[in-house]
């Protein structure tokens, strides 16, 4: 079975914090996701990674940024945390697909509190 | 852009009622369909998916989906609901020639079986 593990399930930070939120999978995937989830707003994504090194920007990647040093490993940085920022975080991992996009299997989720 | 719509934000049913959730998407070109499941407390999980062949797609659970391409519609099915089947569901969806893995979300339906 795919596992993707999050290093958080929950996570309480300060206004201008610096936040790291680590994710992990161990199935040798290629693309790995961010997301954000909010109540009647879905999912929402953030960042994306479809290799090492490399990142694509989502749909809200203000005020957040990404690291992938590793494949198994892509890391949600927020440079200054703020209220507005307090959210469910999901990370997802997914094989290559040839033409298509693959299922994506997901992490339980972090949940962060900005105070 | 292409977008997906889920019709209902919140559907209350009582258990033994039939369930029908609507996903409509708005790309007229090839696509690949996915609903996924979100238990409370739990991460999200695949429920079903749609590649191509046969349009009614059996999940898990009981839960099945009809991909109607003159609608551009993937409704999920199931003929009797449960209480455990009290949770969030996401209809995706992903583009020929998409973004590098991704897929696109709705925005959720809460499903509520009232024992």
């Known amino acids: 079975d795919v596992k993707v593990t999050q290093s958080s399930r929950y996570l309480v930070k300060r206004t201008g914090e610096k936040v790291f939120l680590e994710c992990v999978q161990d199935m040798d995937h290629e693309n790995m996701f961010w997301y954000r989830q909010d109540p009647g707003l879905g999912l929402r994504l953030i960042y994306f990674?479809?290799?090492?090194?490399?990142?694509e920007k989502g749909d809200i990647p203000e005020g957040y940024s990404v690291s992938r040093e590793k494949k198994e490993r892509f890391s949600l940085i927020l440079e200054s945390a703020s209220t507005n920022q307090t959210s469910m975080y999901l990370c997802?991992?997914?094989?290559?697909?040839?033409?298509?996009?693959?299922?994506?299997?997901f992490g339980p989720g972090t949940r962060l509190t900005v105070l | 852009a292409q977008s997906v719509s889920q019709h209902n934000h919140h559907v209350i049913l009582s258990e033994a009622a039939s369930l029908e959730l609507g996903c409509n998407y708005s790309y007229g070109g090839t696509v690949n369909l996915f609903w996924y499941v979100q238990y409370p407390g739990q991460h999200l999980q695949l429920l079903l998916k749609?590649?191509?062949?046969?349009?009614l797609v059996k999940g898990i659970k009981g839960f099945e989906a009809e991909f109607i391409k003159s609608k551009f519609s993937f409704n999920l099915r199931k003929p009797s609901v449960q209480w455990s089947d009290t949770a969030e569901y996401f209809c995706a969806v992903s583009f020929y020639g998409g973004s590098q893995g991704n897929l696109i979300f709705g925005k959720g339906t809460k499903l509520s079986v009232k024992p």
């Open positions: 749609y590649f191509s062949g046969d349009p």
């Open positions: 997802a991992s997914s094989p290559r697909g040839l033409a298509y996009p693959n299922e994506q299997f």
């Open positions: 990674s479809y290799d090492v090194k490399m990142k």
